[in-house]
């Protein structure tokens, strides 16, 4: 069983900037690749970005390219986000899949969730 447990989220003005990481525990981390995702009041969760277990391939949606950066050590992965729009504001979630050597966009590939942290971004 993994455990996922998010935090960093909070209030934050436009153009501002948070960090998000998610803390796991209870597998082999480098062997999960890792994602962000995020749901807005009364819309489906989207994804957001991922990363491999080794660190070394990512993949961002296009709506954060250049603005957020996914990256990860040996027990958490993070979400630093720049550059931050109202329209980022969410509930932000990290999941976990394996194998993990592919990054993947699709949300029921991922086994293990997070409880999500709420980002608000306002204008």
């Known amino acids: 069983q993994v455990q996922l447990v998010e935090s960093g989220g909070g209030l934050v003005q436009a153009g501002g900037s948070l960090r998000l990481s998610c803390a796991a525990s209870?597998?082999?981390?480098?062997?999960?690749?890792m994602g962000w995702f995020r749901q807005a009041s009364g819309k489906e969760r989207e994804f957001v970005a991922a990363i491999t277990g080794s660190g070394g391939g990512s993949h961002y949606a296009d709506s954060v390219k250049g603005r957020f950066t996914i990256f990860r050590d040996n027990t958490k992965v993070y979400l630093q986000m720049n550059s931050l729009k109202p329209e980022d504001t969410a509930v932000y979630y990290c999941?976990?899949?394996?194998?993990?050597?592919?990054?993947?966009?699709?949300?029921?590939?991922?086994?293990?969730w997070g409880q999500g942290t709420q980002v608000t971004v306002s204008s």
């Open positions: 999941a976990a899949r394996t194998p993990g050597n592919t990054v993947v966009m699709v949300t029921t590939l991922y086994h293990y």
């Open positions: 209870g597998h082999t981390f480098s062997s999960y690749a």
